[in-house]
């Protein structure tokens, strides 16, 4: 079945770094557009990062951009999100989420939402 | 960015009974295409979000027919018809039509 996996997250101190990663199974990964999206304990859902099905393209929310580089890897079927520079408000689960439509450009990839998410993987930045 | 705003923020409710939920956009959602882009997103408690519908009344595989959307323009709702126990959760409407997508606050939905 179509899933998706991140791992990565932890504890760290303001400043630091930290790579999550999010295999895909199930799907041809390397067709769709893939977000990063974000929940800061308590609160609401917050879009952090889109890379298009081939990589070409990359966008960010500008509370993260300059900080933050999404990659994909479709040799791995994998997601990444490398963080940097890291403030306590980056402290949040970090979902990765998949486009619903096959290739597409970037700028339609919120049309349908998010048709598949992960789990989740919690980043929390401490010191 | 479009803003999106959500009412009521909390919403008991009584098993069996409908409930609705109200979303607005800062601006209209109807897309130069034509469409309007305009999902729903149900998040169980512990669980990650889950779509439940997009284009403002297409329900995706597998949401029981209870749950409906409609609305148009800055206008939206989601309609429970008969609220059932694993309704509770907090849902989230989510605008696609304008750059870059933008999540309503959330409606937490619990059993009175």
């Given at each position: 079945q179509v899933q998706l996996v991140e791992s990565g997250g932890g504890v760290v101190q303001p400043g630091r770094s930290l790579r999550l990663s999010c295999a895909a199974s199930g799907f041809t990964f390397s067709s769709y557009?893939?977000?990063?999206?974000?929940?800061?304990?308590?609160?609401?859902?917050?879009w952090v990062a889109v890379i298009s099905y081939d990589g070409s393209n990359?966008?960010?929310?500008?509370?993260?951009?300059?900080?933050?580089?999404?990659?994909?890897?479709?040799?791995?079927?994998?997601?990444?999100?490398?963080?940097?520079?890291?403030?306590?408000?980056?402290?949040?689960?970090?979902?990765?989420?998949?486009v619903p439509q096959i290739f597409?450009?970037?700028?339609?990839?919120?049309?349908?939402?998010?048709?598949?998410?992960?789990?989740?993987t919690t980043v929390t930045v401490s010191s | 960015d479009v803003v999106m705003t959500q009412s009521p923020l909390s919403l008991p409710v009584t098993l069996g009974q409908p409930a609705s939920i109200s979303c607005r956009s800062s601006q209209?959602?109807?897309?130069?295409?034509?469409?309007?882009y305009l999902n729903w997103f149900q998040q169980r408690p512990g669980q990650?979000?889950?779509?439940?519908?997009?284009?403002?009344?297409?329900?995706d595989s597998g949401v029981p027919d209870r749950f409906s959307g409609s609305g148009s323009g800055t206008d939206f709702t989601l309609k429970i018809s008969r609220v059932e126990?694993?309704?509770?959760?907090?849902?989230?409407?989510?605008?696609?039509?304008?750059?870059?997508?933008?999540?309503?606050?959330?409606?937490?939905?619990?059993?009175?």
């Open positions: 557009g893939m977000h990063w999206v974000r929940q800061a304990p308590g609160k609401g859902l917050e990359k966008y960010y929310a500008d509370s993260v951009k300059g900080r933050f580089t999404i990659s994909r890897d479709n040799s791995k079927n994998t997601l990444y999100l490398q963080m940097n520079s890291l403030r306590a408000e980056d402290t949040a689960v970090y979902y990765c989420a998949k597409g450009v970037v700028m339609s990839y919120y049309y349908y939402g998010m048709d598949v998410w992960g789990q989740g | 209209s959602l109807v897309h130069s295409d034509g469409n309007t990650s979000p889950r779509r439940l519908i997009y284009k403002v009344s297409n329900r126990a694993e309704d509770v959760g907090v849902y989230y409407c989510m605008q696609g039509t304008h750059w870059p997508g933008t999540f309503g606050p959330g409606t937490k939905v619990d059993i009175k």
